[in-house]
DNA sequence: CGCTGTCTACCATAAGGTAGGTAATTTGAT
DNA sequence: ATCAAATTACCTACCTTATGGTAGACAGCG
């Protein structure tokens, strides 16, 4: 690994990285090129050598996040055989991506300003959500098996309240400012596990 | 009532509204005075006359919202007698605003950019969300007496975990582009009533 | 040499906002 | 009832800064 070229991937990473704090915070229309210029301590035009408009840069966005919460979302697959143990290890997720209310996640982020961006976006937007959705409704199929998670009616209904449930939290965390509001919006999910 | 005055009222009320859709379906950042003049046919510095700052915009966009609201839940309170037909109202309140994925609760919307609003304005965005939940928790309480809704724990975390249910759900239809994936995020919600 | 990553310098447009003017009304004192 | 003063709701014209984006040069490295 030469270190022109280990700069470079540290560079566009560091960018990526901090344009997804940014729109995570702000929203997307929130941040500028300039901001992440000055944030990495490089000029404007360097940025847009990375990322040459700013569609590119929604677009590396959505598909860097799907690939690291997806990553995760394996993780805890591996590491938990219990259906209530991984659906608090997702909603613990959820709940570090709020940063007591003053994140988001970039996928609730993006849905907000979601018209102005291109439709690759958009694809990968809904894709995000199919495959996070897909998951959790293995993890409640589990429930239904091993008895650890309460009252199961169909494990795709109860993924898709799931997946809206911790979003809204979020929301909630955030508009009243305190972590506490995400706890309480995600309260009558973790109380029904074992 | 004067002619004069009349159309002044029209002409602030008018760029409300389109304020308002706007915020819902771009974000607060996703519009801009011209935008409105454009709109209502006016110029943009008689825009800047009516809301002199975009924070004062906020401001009014919020507080006008969250008197529109409030009036419809009480509304339902007036002509509703049973918890689980209030619940399914308040549910097609959100139903309504999601317009199949076209839009989004103000709130939902503005908590998003929150951290460019004036500090007024996030304080009556949490006022928003504190009296929704309070009105919720009342319904909630009376299905328990009415045994309207089933399994009921704490009236108060049923609140916070349907607030943050409907504005999740918002949020997915959003992102999947499709109405029906509202009605999948509220199903178990609405399963529940009696 | 050719590629990579950065730079300076620029550009057009859009953004939020201000200054000052004007026609039509409304108000208030005579 | 009438007339001047004030107010309302709009206008044109302008300003500053930010924004997304481009062109072209240059240093370093394989």
């Not at 429930?143 to 009252?151: A, E, K, L, V, Y």
Request: hydrophobic fraction near 45%.
């Amino acid at each position: 690994m030469s270190r022109s070229k280990g700069r470079q991937l540290d560079t566009k990473a560091q960018l990526l990285t901090e344009a997804e704090t940014f729109a995570r915070q702000r929203g997307f229309d929130g941040f500028s090129f300039a901001d992440l210029a000055d944030n990495a301590g490089i000029r404007k035009a360097s940025v847009h050598y990375h990322f040459p408009a700013k569609a590119d840069l929604s677009l590396a966005l959505i598909d860097h996040y799907r690939e690291v919460f997806m990553d995760r979302l394996h993780q805890i697959t591996a590491t938990e055989t219990t259906a209530s143990a991984r659906l608090l290890q997702f909603v613990d997720l959820y709940r570090q991506a709020s940063e007591g209310g003053r994140s988001l996640c970039l996928c609730v982020a993006l849905s907000v300003t979601q018209s102005a961006l291109p439709t690759d976006s958009t694809a990968a937007l809904a894709a995000f959500h199919r495959d996070v959705i897909g998951w959790l409704e293995s993890v409640f199929r589990l429930g239904g098996r091993d008895g650890s998670i309460r009252q199961i009616s169909d494990p795709r209904a109860e993924a898709q309240a799931t997946m809206a449930q911790v979003e809204g939290a979020q929301i909630m965390a955030r508009a009243a400012g305190h972590p506490a509001r995400f706890e309480a919006g995600i309260a009558t999910l973790v109380g029904r596990t074992v």
